[in-house]
């Protein structure tokens, strides 16, 4: 699937109304989708999910009542998981780190310098360590997940300069993370002082001083133009991340065999268009940030690695991994 955004929304509307209007009969046969983010407009998610929601109308013309939601306009970070298990919403990205925080023996999932490049983690979801992975979210928590759409690989972004070599050099650091139990954690074995702070309000806490960095892959800092309230990226490199596509089981159960496997197809779609995207950007965006004036350095990568791993391995929640998971994903690696 090639499409470009310039043509997305208007393609994807126009499918929609025409369905509505060519099947009248079927309106009440519809099942509605409400699919919520608090990505930004300009961000890939945002238009990972007008893809999704053409190509599922193509597959599926008139069967879904397909609402589109970004910017946290439905419900803000972290409440959109609670939104789709209390079926107010249908759809949404949940991130691995509420997926951990609901099951700790997946906080596997989040570890620093797990996963070394998309297709990796794509890997490990399609073996039998997916399968299990996915079915106890499905148990446990009341949802399917669909796909997961690469985030981006994680580096430091500061509000002013520093000399960033060892995660020694980030004590004190005010490092912005999500709220959840996984992100701090992550940002602690960074050697950061991690703290918590909603997305929607990360421009104006490095613009204030609020705090002293926030870490992201290069696409979300040109997205969100943290950018113009930074001063330096620093290439840890510390997190390959996904973002899983997920429906809540009240929607899913309602579909046949037929209409699971169609939806899980438009994910896929979805995922390998906002990959091919991602990738893409992330290969341009170091001169995009140098020609804007950030300083962009490179640490020493393997002490942060190093450091980062045996934060991991050494800590209470490592126990509780599934034993030998950790060699059986290192031998998934491509």
Partial sequence: ????????????????ATALVATPALAQDQIELKFTT??????LHTQ??????????????????IQLYDSGALFGQNADLDALQRGNAEMAYVAFQLIADAI???????????????????????????????????????????????LGTRQLNLRTARDIQTPEDLAGV?????????????????????????????????????IDAQDNPLPTVEAAKFYEVTEQITLTSHLVDGLPMAVNNQTWEQLTDDEKAKMTEAAVAACDWNNAERIANEDRLVSFFEEEG?????????????????????????????????????????
């Fill in 1 to 16: 699937m090639t499409l470009k955004h310039t043509a997305l929304v208007a393609m994807t509307a126009t499918a929609l």
């Fill in 294 to 334: 950030l300083t962009v350095t490179t640490p020493d990568v393997e002490a942060f690695r190093t450091h980062v791993q045996n934060f991991y391995l050494t800590s209470d929640r490592a126990a509780s991994w599934p034993e030998g998971w950790v060699d059986r994903i290192n031998e998934l690696a491509p």
């Fill in 174 to 210: 005010k490092l912005r993370m999500p709220g959840s139990d996984s992100w701090l954690f992550l940002g602690e074995a960074l050697g950061a002082n991690p703290t918590p702070l909603p997305f929607g309000e990360v421009y104006l806490g490095l613009q204030t001083g609020t």
């Fill in 38 to 43: 608090v990505s930004v407009p300009t961000d």
């Fill in 104 to 150: 700790p023996e997946f906080g596997l999932f989040t570890a620093g310098y797990l996963f070394q490049n998309p297709e990796h983690y794509r890997a490990v979801l399609e073996s039998d360590i997916g399968e299990e992975f996915k079915q106890r979210v499905s148990d446990e928590m009341g949802i399917q997940l669909l796909d997961a759409c690469y």
């Fill in 48 to 65: 990972a999910m007008q893809v999704f929601a053409y190509k599922l109308e193509e597959l599926l013309p008139g069967r879904f009542d």
